[in-house]
């Protein structure tokens, strides 16, 4: 006898997609300006795109950022690089410091300005111009493959394939978690974030790991199936113990896996797949939160949703752009774009109330958001 | 008793004196190769590895306080004159009009630098061995609060601007600097500067702060990075230090309300800034430095190519070109202090080295770099000729000046001249003494204080190219590794020790040969670093006298003093002793941590072969260095081709011979060197 | 004794293999017969059957239902319909890369090679496995035409602390590798695994037993070695459903290998009914166990499952047995296959049962050549390790020879393959790219190791096969 689970949730999901699946309706092939007032976040309204042609030095872009001072650096698999006045890319290497060419994750200490920046070989800072590297056979670093890091008071965490290491930057001291003495099932990190007093660190095969450092206490969330075949339930907690990123912002925490999304608001877990919510594709890499709104880059382009409107971003045969808004109960509302995005891989996003920039596979993209009502509250964002 | 029985009784003495001698001579010698796990026993004594405790070296005795003066710093009115006495752990006011001391303050944690507000009415004191602020009343002359800051506090400035006021702190024991709101009195951020940030000045606007580090980075391989590969292919047989890259040091510009960086400009081949001032007539910021060539041989010395003194001038987005100080065939070594007019006139540069103040005409540097093209301007720092064109009067002083500021209306300079006690009051009219403060005797019945001289005294080497202190700055170290063989090539680069702790620690140099400090620093000096004349027999005892009163360096926070060990330095130590490995195993005896760096003072005093022998290196053995304030003194192994502490068990640690490290965790080796800092 | 539950999976197996998602319709043409050695065995597994009545689902031609050829009753969650299933297609590879010009200059076509650190006795295996993979080497140079670029071995050692497989990786990656083979540990495997997905370059791994390496949902993986879960599911079957056991316990390694390793067999003898009575620790090298062996004693079983090294398993058989502990029978996994496990164990060997690869004296002409040909290069006998990356590196040769000096060619070959013909036998790949051919048992009996016979293969070689074809 076979039994079949359905929570509310996935018949809400099922409703969705019963829309999803009826008939789209095809826009036109430039749709005219729109303000989209029922989506509760901007949409795109056509991309930028940069390449080697503007000095970015290879094909790949794994993570984007811009800083709370105005500058654009991404990540590349050949280098940082700076966006210049002029549009262009300055590419800093190993022959300046960096410790490694392939720049991986970023992130910004906001209090010196500072950029930290994770590599294949190495954590490193741009400070004023100057790159000092920290690696494992130098430093406390735990390993050097660093695919996150990020910037908590006046710690520096990183996220490695052996750990993360915490550097204090007052007194240089590093502290590792990891197997032997946290709650992490795994030691392979991939990623680090913070809320006002926690850090999560996810990590690949021990779903995320909550950290309050002033208790020095540990508290894992694991996907409860226990077993990878399947997602038994969905919105029962993480949708798998292989985090390739997670983030927090808001209250609210997103875990991206290859096996689809999460994200927890402190009250429920809600899990998406593909198929069976308009998620584009299970191997989610980077997921990018802003205003309680998820922007998520898979292999197959990027989404974005605030748990209930989605607006998807694809890559079509010929290199256009396909837009696909899902409403609950309707039909998508799919629109060819004349531009897309660089390619469908997305690696890493940035997005502020103002732009979106999008690391991917071939190239740096920059998302121009149409008309749209910006949030009240406005950070701040010069120094 | 008859004679065949003395004979008898005798022969059997004799016997058993022999051997109970030879016995203990035999055990003795077991004894030691068991517990050194040397086999070479010949310098080996109890006192090795028998010295129960540190309590009777010199450097752990009291020993005479002399008054030393710092910084100084004048009231806006002209008529207060403030000086930090931190050996006395006090601040003096003084007037200056009639050169007297009017108030003495106690302000304990070693005043060294002072900054007073435009209404004289606060004089905030970096307290360099409390790592804190002190705010004194001036009215009072009382200390009315205190703000914790990084280590080693030595330099403060205000920051006015329309943003709001900042008092920014250089901390040269943390290697950042502490960006402090003025109300509440509290730190905002503090953001990593150069190595040792020792001086710093802010711009005219306020807005932008200039800090100088003393310290270079090291030297290393063109190629950056970890070139290594640990641990999959250690290039055990690789050059460390073949074409490296000379070292520099930083000049870090900061925003100071937000105490974000703005710019880290290289000083290349440059160190020892210890002061910086503004010239806002022209934009400039102007740091007294260091030219350093410490990769090419020694030997230079006589060619006058080793070091040499000038002077950086930025503008105020940190582009730097470099001019010296010296002339072709003299030199003003230790540049130490640097006080500007306030039309930009002229510069004044204390060189302690030489016991003189450099008086530089800026209008004629201007004019200079007007007319110099980009070429020119950025190879100046080498054209010792071109120094006569701006210098225009070398002004003697008495021993060892190194702070200088001016009066508000640019007619009086105050030179503190630290090793004879007094602040030296100089009419920059007529460039002649108006007057001096004295603050104590001048000390110089203390063989210590006149060792420092000694110490401190460029006139001891070729055409007064540098002194003692030039390389080892508060007797400690710079951090660089030079070329001391006379084979011309550039390569065995030797590791700069630290002299502080030394007491005890004999032999001396990286290869252990000489027993003592009177021989290393005695003809063997003279003929390989300084190429003159040997120091005087009477002044080198005074040297070593100094040398041996000095303590290891403080590497600790000075809250943490006294604390018990952390849970990773306890398990460091725990790593640091151990006899065996987790499994049970035993370590091998010669490859224990604590047998060749044997406490308290953490070396057995022999030499070692720990798998650190570079290509080009005669020997396999060195000196173990002790370890009291290791972390302090960076690099590492006597070639300091190790720039970390970790370095010494990842990228250079061969087949376990430096400790037996192939078993460790990286969270153990993160705690041995957590523990190794505490030493 | 043969159930009626043994007959209809038996008789089940055809059909269920044959409708497993190949879509091959031909009557199967089972691979020469090997020789019974006499010894007891099952000819053929029904752990092997999988019908796919739990999903009820129909599968098209590029779908992959049996993931790891789970029994059907040792599947998690049986009888229940899970929200979503994975590992039912292969995951594919969207991105960019496979029209980037060749690298420049090339002067070889260079491969990875992550060998574990060379001491102990993995060290041991990994030198093992590194003969074979310089043999492969050898003799696809050998066979270049004039013009054609030769291959060349980037090789490195692990080291076992500190994640150093990942800065291996990278190091692969900056000399430029098509592809990298290795390697044993599994922590060091994933490890690699994880900075492989970051740097795109196809990893083959010919010696980590991990089942959960596949997992992590990277499509640049493919391992040519079966891994514990194979072995899992095959000790389950026949210590519950054909020895009858219904008290097992279970003493391992305490390691991450050990915890993996039977993970999979604590979940698959719990569906099946009989939890561990119990799950004991040993650390490498531990020479008194008197603790374990009380417990396990006081718990009566009526089965044993060792893992660890051999020698050490030798050791705890041993005592195990001269505790009193004779009733209960002893099983165990590939490595206790190895000379040290019956040097410790001595007499108390006899009656071991393990799950093995192949039969390493079988007569088949492909493993025989094989053998002469590494006896000739390096003058001693192949074993398992040497034998599966001799396979893993005429794979990754052979995929570069077709796609040419670009990784994310290489990638696709390898990803597209369903079969091979190796040394080692037939392989199937499933929709996480594990090898999930059919392995045997060995039976320890007068002194020496007797194998069972392969479970006859149902499957066919298709055109996809890959096959050492120079071009």
């Keep these: 006898m076979k039994t079949s689970i359905q929570s509310p949730t996935v018949l809400l999901g099922g409703m969705l997609l019963a829309g999803a699946f009826a008939a789209p309706c095809l826009g036109a092939a430039e749709a005219p300006p729109a303000t989209f007032r029922d989506v509760p976040f901007p949409v795109i309204e056509r991309f930028e795109n940069f390449g080697q042609e503007h000095g970015i030095p290879h094909y790949k872009v794994h993570a984007v950022l811009k800083t709370s001072d105005g500058q654009l650096w991404i990540g590349t698999y050949n280098g940082l690089c700076q966006r210049q006045p002029d549009g262009t890319f300055k590419r800093y290497g190993p022959e300046d410091g960096l410790s490694h060419k392939m720049a991986m994750c970023l992130a910004e200490d906001t209090a010196t300005g500072d950029l930290w920046v994770g590599t294949m070989r190495g954590l490193n800072r741009v400070s004023g111009g100057k790159i000092t590297s920290y690696t494992q056979t130098s430093s406390g670093l735990p390993n050097n493959v660093v695919y996150g890091v990020d910037v908590v008071g006046e710690n520096v965490w990183a996220a490695t394939a052996a750990g993360t290491g915490a550097m204090n930057l007052k007194t240089g001291e590093w502290q590792i978690y990891d197997h032997n003495n946290s709650i992490m099932h795994e030691p392979w990190c991939y990623s680090v974030t913070h809320s006002k007093d926690k850090i999560f660190i996810g990590v690949w095969g021990g779903g995320i790991v909550e950290h309050d450092p002033k208790r020095g206490s540990f508290k894992e969330y694991r996907d409860p199936d226990g077993d990878f075949h399947y997602d038994l339930v969905p919105d029962d907690g993480p949708i798998n113990d292989i985090t390739s990123w997670v983030n927090w912002e808001d209250g609210v925490l997103w875990q991206s896996t290859y096996f689809g999304m999460s994200r927890y608001d402190g009250t429920g877990w809600k899990t998406w797949v593909e198929e069976k919510s308009p998620l584009l594709s299970n191997f989610v890499n980077f997921v990018w939160p802003l205003h309680r709104v998820g922007w998520i880059g898979s292999d197959k382009g990027l989404s974005v949703t605030d748990g209930t409107i989605w607006v998807n971003y694809e890559v079509g045969e010929h290199d256009e752009g396909i837009r696909t808004i899902h409403r609950p109960g309707q039909p998508p509302e799919v629109t060819q774009m004349s531009t897309a995005l660089a390619n469908g891989f997305v690696l890493g996003i940035y997005v502020d109330d103002d732009e979106a920039w999008f690391g991917t596979s071939h190239g740096l993209s920059r998302g121009i958001f149409a008309p749209y009502k910006k949030p009240a509250t406005v950070a701040a964002t010069q120094p | ?679 | ?471």
Excluded at chain 2, 470 to 475: K, L, N, R, V
Excluded at chain 3, 223 to 252: G, T
């Design chain 2, 1 to 679: 008793m008859n004679a065949r029985g003395f004979i008898l009784v005798s022969a059997a003495a004799a016997v058993a004196f022999a051997g109970v001698g030879g016995g203990g001579y035999f055990w003795s010698l077991a004894h030691e190769r068991h517990w050194s796990g040397h086999p070479s026993l010949s310098l080996v004594t109890c006192n090795h590895c028998h010295l129960g405790n540190t309590d009777k070296l010199p450097w752990a005795k009291p020993h005479p306080k002399h008054a030393s003066p710092a910084a100084l710093a004048v009231s806006a009115d002209g008529k207060r004159l403030y000086i930090a006495l931190d050996e006395l752990d006090e601040v003096v006011e003084a007037d200056t009009a009639s050169a007297q001391v009017l108030r003495r303050a106690k302000v304990p944690g070693g005043p060294f630098g002072l900054a007073l507000d435009d209404a004289g009415e606060r004089l905030y004191v970096a307290c360099r061995q409390q790592d804190r602020v002190a705010v004194v009343d001036t009215r009072e002359l009382k200390e009315l609060a205190s703000v914790d800051v990084g280590m080693a506090p030595v330099a403060l400035a205000l920051a006015k601007s329309p943003d709001g006021e900042r008092l920014i702190v250089a901390n040269s024991g943390s290697d950042d600097a502490s960006v402090l709101s003025l109300s509440p009195l509290k730190e905002i951020v503090r953001p990593a500067t150069g190595r040792e940030p020792y001086a710093l000045s802010v711009s005219d606007d306020g807005k932008l702060a200039f800090i100088v580090s003393r310290l270079a980075e090291r030297e290393k391989p063109r190629t950056s990075g970890d070139t290594s590969g640990f641990p999959f292919i250690v290039p055990q047989t690789a050059d460390p230090y073949h074409v490296m890259t000379p070292p520099a040091s930083e000049l870090t510009v900061l925003f100071t309300r937000s105490g974000r960086v703005f710019k880290r400009a290289p000083l290349d081949s440059a160190h020892l800034s210890e002061s910086i001032a503004s010239v806002p007539a022209r934009g400039w910021m102007l740091a007294p430095l260091v030219k350093v060539r410490n990769l090419v041989p020694i030997t230079q010395v006589a060619n006058g190519w080793v070091m040499s003194a000038g002077f950086a001038i930025s503008d105020l987005m940190g582009r730097v070109i470099q001019l010296p100080l010296d002339e072709a065939n003299d030199y003003f070594a230790d540049p130490s202090g640097i006080a500007v007019d306030a039309a930009g006139q002229r510069a004044y540069v204390a060189s302690g080295g030489s016991d003189v103040i450099s008086v530089v005409d800026l209008g004629r540097v201007a004019a200079w770099l007007v007319q110099a093209d980009a070429a020119t301007r950025q190879s100046a720092i080498e054209d010792l000729a071109l120094s006569s064109q701006y210098v225009i009067a070398r002004v003697p002083t008495g021993r060892n000046p190194r702070h200088v500021v001016l009066s508000p209306d640019g007619r009086k300079l105050f030179v503190s001249v630290r090793l004879e006690d007094k602040v030296l009051v100089l009419d920059t009219a007529t460039l002649k003494p108006a007057g001096e403060i004295a603050l104590d005797d001048g000390g110089g019945s203390d063989p210590i204080r006149r060792g420092e001289r000694v110490f401190t005294k460029a006139a001891h080497t070729f055409q007064r190219q540098f002194s003692c202190r030039s390389c080892h700055p508060d007797a400690h170290v710079d951090g660089l590794a030079y070329d001391f063989d006379g084979d011309g090539i550039g390569d065995n680069l030797l590791d700069n020790r630290s002299l502080q702790g030394l007491a005890g620690t004999a032999p001396f140099k990286w290869n252990g040969k000489n027993l003592t400090l009177q021989i290393q620093c005695g003809p063997r000096f003279a003929r390989v670093l300084m190429r003159t004349d040997a120091i005087p027999p009477d002044d080198l005892n005074d040297l070593v006298t100094y040398l041996m009163a000095q303590p290891p360096p403080r590497t600790i926070p000075f809250k943490r003093l006294g604390r018990p060990l952390t849970p990773s330095e306890d398990r460091g130590r725990k790593l640091f002793f151990a006899t065996q490995r987790p499994e049970g195993t035993p370590i091998p005896r010669a490859r224990q941590c604590q047998t060749c760096h044997r406490p308290p003072l953490f070396t057995n005093r022999l030499p070692s072969a720990v798998g650190t022998q570079g290509p080009r290196d005669s020997t396999d053995e060195f000196d173990t260095p002790h370890l009291l304030g290791i972390a302090a003194s960076a690099p590492y192994l006597h070639d300091g081709r190790a720039r970390t502490l970790e370095e010494l068990w990842t990228t250079y640690q061969t087949n376990d011979l430096h400790g037996v490290s192939s078993y460790w965790s990286k969270h153990q080796l993160n705690d041995l060197i957590a523990y190794l800092k505490t030493l």
């Design chain 3, 1 to 471: 004794m043969k159930t009626p539950l043994f007959w209809s999976l038996a008789v089940a197996l055809p059909v269920s293999v044959a409708a497993a998602g190949y879509g091959y319709v031909e009557k199967p043409e089972p691979p020469a017969a090997e020789k019974d050695d006499g010894c007891a065995s099952v000819p053929v597994d029904p752990a092997l059957v999988n019908t796919n009545q739990t999903t009820g689902a129909t599968y098209a031609e590029d779908e992959y239902p049996y993931y790891a050829n789970t029994p059907d009753d040792m599947i998690p969650f049986r009888g229940v319909e899970p929200y979503y299933r994975y590992w039912t297609k292969r995951l594919p590879f969207r991105g960019p890369g496979r029209d980037y010009p060749d690298p420049p200059n090339l002067k070889s076509l260079k491969v990875g090679l992550l060998s574990p650190a060379p001491y102990g006795p993995e060290g041991a295996r990994g030198a093992r496995t590194k003969k074979g993979v310089v043999l492969a080497f050898e003799e696809a140079n050998a066979a270049r035409r004039p013009g054609q670029l030769p291959f060349e071995i980037i090789a490195r050692d692990d080291a076992p602390l500190w994640g150093s497989a990942a800065n291996i990786a990278v190091d692969f990656a900056d000399n430029e590798v098509l592809g990298f083979l290795g390697t044993i540990d599994g922590d060091a495997t994933h490890v690699a695994l994880r900075a492989t997905l970051k740097l795109e370059t196809y990893m083959i791994n010919t010696s980590d037993p991990d089942p959960t390496l596949t997992e992590t949902q990277i499509p640049w993986l493919t391992r040519v070695f079966p891994d514990d879960r194979q072995q899992c599911f095959r000790l389950a079957n026949l210590i519950v459903k054909q020895r009858d056991c219904k008290r097992i316990a279970i003493l391992r390694e305490s390691s991450r290998p050990g915890r993996v390793g039977v993970m999979h067999f604590i979940n698959y003898i719990r569906r099946l009914g009989f939890p561990p009575v119990q799950h004991l620790f040993f650390k490498p090298g531990d020479k008194d166990i008197t603790m374990q062996i009380d417990a396990i004693k006081a718990a009566e079983p009526d089965a044993v499952l060792f893992y660890g090294q051999p020698d050490d398993c030798g050791r705890f058989v041993k005592q195990l047995r001269e505790a009193g502990l004779k009733r209960a029978q002893f099983f165990g996994f590939d490595r206790l296959q190895e000379a040290s496990f019956k040097e410790n164990a001595g007499a108390y060997a006899e009656g071991m049962t393990i799950c093995y690869f192949f039969n390493p004296g079988r007569p088949n002409q492909v493993w025989q050549d094989f053998i002469a040909r590494f006896q000739n290069r390096w003058g001693e006998k192949p074993d398992i390790y040497a034998a599966y990356g001799y396979d893993g590196a005429k794979l990754m040769l052979e995929a570069i020879d077709h796609a040419g000096p670009n990784r994310f060619r290489v990638r696709d070959y390898l990803a597209g393959l369903n079969e091979y013909d190796g040394v080692t036998g037939h392989m199937i790949f499933d929709g996480r790219w594990d090898n999930i051919v059919p392995i045997t048992t060995a039976h320890f009996k007068d002194g020496a190791w007797h194998y069972d016979p392969l479970p006859e293969l149902r499957r066919k070689p298709v055109s996809q096969t890959a096959q050492a074809t120079p071009k």
